[in-house]
């Protein structure tokens, strides 16, 4: 299981639908949660209850999710994921180094929300890693999903291995052999062919999640790696 079990999310949240729904799914993956719809309340709760994390809405009643940020950081360095209703928001606040963790623009899937949430706890608890998160890229080992930009696709549990595997370490060149040791751990009956073409559905997958973006690149003769920064499968480092 996750080591998140008893942890307590605090979600700020003044719409009380969204909030329902936040409540539901984070509950239903393990989090405790108390919910606020006030501005004026969050600090003083804080300083006594020490959640976790905080999901903090942007726009409330009383003050505003910046000021409150802002206030939190003077104190605690408790985790925090901003919700915000506009996505050129996002660009505004990370100018600000309001000292955010995160940061998620509604409407939001409750299920990237989630894991979203996971994986800034695990940041901050390293010796864990079913979730985490590399440039846009959330994945989550519990669902074998991952999440970019809003979307989400599922994968198989295959598929999900080898990009963990490659993930896990960007820019490594993995043989074939290497991924398959990763992956079949007792029975290496599969052959490259097999690794290939698991590789090409996994490509397939995440390219309808980032249209335009190459993550996986074959390297000719020697296998795959993992490259978020580059967008040609042309090795130009060499
Ligand atoms: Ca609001």
Not at 128 to 145: E, G, K, N, P
Not at 197 to 216: D, Y
Request: proline fraction near 4%.
């Amino acid at each position: 299981m996750t080591t998140n079990d008893a942890s307590l999310i605090l979600i700020v949240e003044d719409e009380q639908k969204l909030a329902q729904l936040a409540i539901d799914y984070l509950q239903n993956a393990g989090f405790s949660t108390h919910t606020l719809g006030e501005g004026e309340t969050v600090i003083p709760w804080v300083k006594q209850q020490h959640p976790h994390l905080i999901l903090l809405d942007l726009m409330l009643p009383g003050r505003d999710g910046l000021t409150i940020c802002r206030e939190i950081r003077s104190f605690s360095n408790v985790p925090i994921i901003m919700v915000t209703a506009r996505i050129e928001e996002i660009d505004r606040l990370l100018g600000l180094e309001m000292g955010a963790d995160d940061y998620i623009c509604k409407p939001y899937s409750p299920r990237e929300m989630v894991a979203r949430v996971k994986a800034v706890l695990r940041r901050l608890q390293p010796q864990a890693d079913d979730i985490y998160q590399v440039q846009s890229l959330t994945l989550d080992a519990d669902s074998f999903r991952v999440f970019a930009e809003g979307r989400e696709t599922e994968l198989t549990s295959v598929e999900f291995q080898l990009l963990q595997a490659l993930y896990r370490q960007p820019g490594r060149i993995f043989s074939r052999s290497k991924l398959m040791d990763q992956i079949y751990q007792d029975q290496r009956v599969v052959s490259d062919r097999t690794i290939d073409s698991h590789i090409k559905k996994l490509r397939k997958k995440l390219a309808e999640l980032l249209p335009g973006q190459e993550l996986i690149h074959s390297v000719y003769g020697a296998g795959y790696r993992y490259d978020p920064q580059q967008d040609s499968d042309a090795d130009s480092d060499a």
